[in-house]
Nanobody
């Protein structure tokens, strides 16, 4: 059984930064691709960033150059460093495990965290 627990969300002014963390349980973390998704009210859940077990990354166009995904296999944790935040980044951010992320193709895995709210004020 895999459990994912996000933390680090909150309220920040436009232009500010936040770092999200996702702590995973289970022994397969180091072999699993991990991703961050977000869902704004009334919208679908979309990929923000993904990272393979080997450290290759993929980003949504809207966050390239502002967000950085990373992982620490020893701590079984994946991070999302968010800078230059804008009001349109406001959403619930979800951690995902077991997906696949490449340049041309991606899909979410079966494991989801409970989500953490990020609110960016203008």
């Amino acid at each position: 059984q895999v459990q994912l627990v996000e933390s680090g969300g909150g309220l920040v002014q436009a232009g500010g930064s936040l770092r999200l963390s996702c702590a995973a349980s289970g022994s397969l973390f180091s072999r699993a691709a991990m991703g961050w998704y977000r869902q704004a009210p009334g919208k679908q859940r979309d990929l923000v960033a993904g990272i393979s077990s080997g450290g290759a990354t993929k980003y949504a166009d809207s966050v390239k150059g502002r967000f950085t995904i990373s992982r620490d296999n020893a701590k079984k944790t994946v991070y999302l460093q968010m800078t230059s935040l804008q009001p349109e980044d406001t959403a619930v951010y979800y951690c995902n495990g077991g997906g696949y992320y490449s340049g041309s193709h991606d899909y979410a895995g079966n494991y989801w965290g409970q989500g953490t709210q990020v609110t960016v004020s203008s």
